[in-house]
């Protein structure tokens, strides 16, 4: 027995070089095999160049177009249009009416936005877009809108933002 009281008794040593190895080696495996989540559906977007502390010495008139919803309309139910909208599933809005205008002139079709914007583009075609959506405004409005300045030509398209 006193043999196995002097191992017991012996002192045990841990050592830590080892283990400081290992924790190394996975710190530099989860490294290398990180991959980060790349974000879908992503929009590029440019500050404006021609404002604020390094702004340019020619200031360009952008082409304002507001889009403004001048009548609400009903929301109605998507499956049956002859019922009012429950609250559940899609709707749709009947009767809905959008105002658009384009410097001072206003129009109540999109086809006729458009045609003015050729216009403006023909005049001009290095002028810019500027698109105001005003409150009440969602985004197929503002897709319609976005959709007649990519068929007049406009690359340079910028958006306003929210207001207080």
């Not at 196995?4 to 290398?32: G, N, S, W």
């Not at 340019?56 to 609400?72: F, H, N, P, S, W």
């Not at 899609?90 to 105002?99: D, I, P, Q, S, Y």
């Not at 914007?117 to 409150?135: I, T």
């Given at each position: 027995?006193?043999?196995?009281?002097?191992?017991?008794?012996?002192?045990?040593?841990?050592?830590?070089?080892?283990?400081?190895?290992?924790?190394?080696?996975?710190?530099?495996?989860?490294?290398?095999?990180?991959?980060?989540?790349?974000?879908?559906?992503?929009?590029?977007?440019?500050?404006?160049?021609d404002q604020?502390?390094n702004a340019?010495?020619?200031?360009?008139?952008?082409?304002?177009?507001?889009?403004?919803?001048?009548?609400?309309g009903a929301?109605?139910?998507?499956?049956?249009?002859?019922?009012?909208?429950?609250?559940?599933?899609?709707?749709?809005?009947?009767?809905?009416?959008?105002?658009?205008?384009?410097?001072?002139?206003?129009?109540?079709?999109?086809?006729?936005?458009?045609?003015?914007?050729?216009?403006?583009?023909?005049?001009?075609?290095?002028?810019?877009?500027?698109?105001?959506?005003?409150?009440?405004?969602?985004?197929?409005?503002?897709?319609?809108?976005?959709?007649?300045?990519?068929?007049?030509?406009?690359?340079?398209?910028?958006?306003?933002?929210?207001?207080?």
């Open positions: 027995m006193s043999r196995l009281r002097a191992i017991a008794e012996e002192e045990q040593k841990l050592e830590m070089t080892p283990m400081i190895d290992v924790t190394f080696l996975l710190l530099v495996f989860f490294l290398c095999t990180l991959q980060f989540k790349t974000l879908e559906g992503k929009l590029s977007a440019y500050l404006p160049k604020g502390l340019g010495d020619e200031l360009v008139e952008k082409i304002r177009v507001v889009v403004a919803v001048r009548d609400e929301r109605r139910d998507a499956a049956r249009p002859s019922r009012a909208w429950s609250g559940e599933g899609h709707f749709e809005l009947v009767g809905r009416m959008l105002e658009y205008r384009v410097g001072p002139r206003t129009y109540d079709d999109l086809g006729d936005v458009q045609a003015r914007l050729e216009f403006l583009r023909e005049r001009d075609p290095e002028r810019p877009a500027l698109v105001d959506a005003r409150p009440g405004t969602v985004y197929a409005d503002v897709v319609g809108v976005l959709d007649a300045l990519a068929l007049a030509g406009f690359e340079d398209v910028t958006f306003v933002g929210a207001r207080d």
